[in-house]
T-cell receptor, first 112, second 113 residues
Framework: ETGVTQSPTHLIKTRGQQVTLRCSSQSGHNTVSWYQQALGQGPQFIFQYYREEENGRGNFPPRFSGLQFPNYSSELNVNALELDDSALYLC???????????FGSGTQLSVL | GQQVMQIPQYQHVQEGEDFTTYCNSSTTLSNIQWYKQRPGGHPVFLIQLVKSGEVKKQKRLTFQFGEAKKNSSLHITATQTTDVGTYFCAADPTSGSARQLTFGSGTQLTVLP
């Protein structure tokens, strides 16, 4: 058990809608990263937050945004959903950016 | 941008046979991590390699980091059905800063009883 929880586990949205995914990290884990995993692919880095500031971003458009809160929770927001956004979204927390990642079970997002 | 190639994409083995997956990066890496993802599950950290030529063992699993720090391998001796899953390497090109891991596409291991 990683101590990282994500909600919801599954979500169905339609194209153009907005979605918010949530993650609760282990206490003391001040770094959270979000990854997108398409079916049959490896996880792709979206962005990382360290002490509530964005600390790095992958090749994703601005409609992907995030927040990290002082209580070790975080959010991933996606605006103007597209069909290609259908994927498993994984949250991963760690201590001080440079340690191994503890992944949550993910949110399976389907965009119709 | 950085690319991480992982082969093979799929591997079917008979229980008791050995298994190896290879990971190659287009750039020199600071370190490399390996993760295992069971069907329907999430990636679980296995190990991190940092030094050039490093070899680490975990029971039946042997991990190697190449001398040039651009490739790595995972070898499983005498596979068991519990080894089923997809094995990913995750490359970190930088030292410190954000842990922007680039994952390979994974090797999906099936172990036939």
């Amino acid at each position: 058990e990683t101590g990282v929880t994500q909600s919801p586990t599954h979500l169905i949205k339609t194209r153009g809608q907005q979605v918010t995914l949530r993650c609760s990290s282990q206490s003391g884990h001040n770094t959270v990263s979000w990854y997108q995993q398409a079916l049959g692919q490896g996880p792709q880095f979206i962005f990382q937050y360290y002490r509530e500031e964005e600390n790095g971003r992958g090749n994703f458009p601005p409609r992907f945004s995030g927040l990290q809160f002082p209580n070790y929770s975080s959010e991933l927001n996606v605006n103007a959903l597209e069909l290609d956004d259908s994927a498993l979204y994984l949250c991963a927390s760690t201590i001080d950016r440079s340690e191994k990642l503890f992944f949550g079970s993910g949110t399976q997002l389907s965009v119709l | 941008g950085q690319q991480v190639m992982q082969i093979p994409q799929y591997q079917h083995v008979q229980e008791g046979e050995d298994f190896t997956t290879y990971c190659n990066s287009s750039t020199t890496l600071s370190n490399i991590q390996w993760y295992k993802q069971r069907p329907g599950g999430h990636p679980v950290f296995l190990i991190q390699l940092v030094k050039s030529g490093e070899v680490k063992k975990q029971k039946r699993l042997t991990f190697q980091f190449g001398e040039a720090k651009k490739n790595s391998s995972l070898h499983i001796t005498a596979t068991q059905t519990t080894d089923v899953g997809t094995y990913f390497c995750a490359a970190d090109p930088t030292s410190g800063s954000a842990r922007q891991l680039t994952f390979g596409s994974g090797t999906q291991l099936t172990v036939l009883p």
